[in-house]
Nanobody
Framework: QVQLVESGGGLVQAGGSLRLSCAAS????????MGWFRQAPGKEREFVAT????????YYADSVKGRFTISRDNAKNTVYLQMNSLKPEDTAVYYC???????????????WGQGTQVTVSS
């Protein structure tokens, strides 16, 4: 079993930045692919970014490409999402997720965190 705990959400003005963190329990974190997803009110959850187990491969949704960066520190069992140039449409609950195969993907994750709220004001 893997437990994921997100932190770093909050209220920020448009154009600002936030860095989300996701701390994972368990000794096999370094073998998992990790992903970030988000869900805005009244909308379905959507893929944001993913990173391979080694950190060498990353993929992003078109809506965040060039503004968001996913990274990981396997020594700290933590994955990050650096969000720059934030827009009001980025407002959502952000979730991290773990995929036990280690292959980065936009779906099919095995474990999920509880989420952290990000609100971007205009």
């Amino acid at each position: 079993q893997v437990q994921l705990v997100e932190s770093g959400g909050g209220l920020v003005q448009a154009g600002g930045s936030l860095r989300l963190s996701c701390a994972a329990s368990g000794r096999t974190f370094s073998s998992y692919a990790m992903g970030w997803f988000r869900q805005a009110p009244g909308k379905e959850r959507e893929f944001v970014a993913t990173i391979s187990w080694s950190g060498t491969k990353t993929y992003y949704a078109d809506s965040v490409k060039g503004r968001f960066t996913i990274s990981r520190d396997n020594a700290k069992n933590t994955v990050y999402l650096q969000m720059n140039s934030l827009k009001p449409e980025d407002t959502a609950v952000y979730y991290c997720a773990a995929e036990i195969s280690g292959i980065p993907a936009s779906a099919g994750y095995d474990y999920w965190g509880q989420g952290t709220q990000v609100t971007v004001s205009s």
